[in-house]
Antibody, heavy 122, light 104 residues
Framework: ESQLVESGGGLVKPGGSLRLSCAASGFTFSNAWMSWVRQAPGKGLEWVGR??????????DYAAPVKGRFTISRDDSKNTLYLQMNSLEAEDTALYYC?????????????WGQGTRVTVSS | DIQMTQSPSTLSASVGDTVTITCRAS??????LAWYQQKQGKAPKLLIFKASSLKSGVPSRFSGSGSGTEFTLTISSLQPDDFATYYC??????FGQGTKVETK
C-alpha cells in the first residue's frame, strides 16, 4: 500500500525556520513528481510547490507566496521529501500535506499524507 | 500563473439530487484537470483525473467533463457520504477555492 508520512511540524516564531520531512513507502518514490500542499485553518487547499523526479531534471517550482523562502528537496536513497521553510510568517500557519503526483493520471495527486501542522506565532 | 475559479462556493442539496460543480481555468489546461473530495479532518481524496477519468474504486455516480478552460464535476443521485468539500486542480498545481456540498 502506498503511504506518505509527514513529520517536523510545530510552533515557530515569525522569522524562524522549520524543515518538514515526508517518508514514502509502497511505491517507486524516485519515479514520482512530489508536491507539498497546505491548508490554513478553515481555508481551502493551496499548492506550495513540487519537485520533479531526477530523470526529468529534479527541478522544483514554487507558488508565488513562498518563492524565495521555501525550498523543496528530495533524497531518493531514503525515499524522503523535504520542505525547508525560512522567514516564516503568520500566513504560513497551516496543515502541510505531502503528495505524490502520478504521471499516468495526468499528474493528479493519488497519494496524500495525513499532514503535519505548522503554527507561526510569537 | 494559472488561476482556477470554482462555483458555487457552497451548494445545498438533498440525498438523491444531482449536483454540478464548475471549474474555470484562466487559460487552457487541455484536459489536465483533477477533482478531489475532502471531508472534515481528513486528507483529500482523488476522484477524477484527466478531466473525465474516474479513479479506480470511486463510485460511478461521480463524473467529470470539459476541456480547455471549462470543466464540471457531476454527482448523480447524491448519497449521504457525498456531503463534503470538492476541489478542482490543474496539472498538479493550482487548486480552485473549493465547493462545500451541504445538506439542504
Amino acid at each position: 500500500e502506498s503511504q506518505l508520512v509527514e513529520s517536523g511540524g510545530g510552533l515557530v516564531k515569525p522569522g524562524g525556520s522549520l524543515r518538514l520531512s515526508c517518508a514514502a513507502s509502497g511505491f517507486t518514490f524516485s519515479n514520482a513528481w512530489m508536491s507539498w500542499v497546505r491548508q490554513a485553518p478553515g481555508k481551502g487547499l493551496e499548492w506550495v510547490g513540487r519537485i520533479k523526479r531526477e530523470s526529468d531534471g529534479g527541478t522544483a517550482d514554487y507558488a508565488a507566496p513562498v518563492k524565495g523562502r521555501f525550498t523543496i528537496s528530495r533524497d531518493d536513497s531514503k525515499n524522503t521529501l523535504y520542505l525547508q521553510m525560512n522567514s516564516l510568517e503568520a500566513e504560513d500557519t497551516a496543515l502541510y500535506y505531502c503528495c505524490s503526483g502520478n504521471s499516468g493520471l495526468g499528474d493528479a495527486f493519488d497519494v496524500w499524507g495525513q499532514g503535519t501542522r505548522v503554527t507561526v506565532s510569537s | 500563473d494559472i488561476q482556477m475559479t470554482q462555483s458555487p462556493s457552497t451548494l445545498s442539496a438533498s440525498v438523491g439530487d444531482t449536483v454540478t460543480i464548475t471549474c474555470r481555468a484562466s487559460q487552457s489546461i487541455s484536459g489536465l484537470l483533477a477533482w478531489y473530495q475532502q471531508k472534515q479532518g481528513k486528507a483529500p481524496k482523488l476522484l477524477i483525473f484527466k478531466a473525465s477519468s474516474l479513479k479506480s474504486g470511486v463510485p460511478s455516480r461521480f463524473s467529470g467533463s470539459g476541456s480547455g478552460t471549462e470543466f464540471t464535476l457531476t454527482i448523480s443521485s447524491l448519497q449521504p457520504d457525498d456531503f463534503a468539500t470538492y476541489y478542482c486542480q490543474q496539472f498538479g498545481g493550482t487548486f480552485g477555492q473549493g465547493t462545500k456540498v451541504e445538506t439542504k
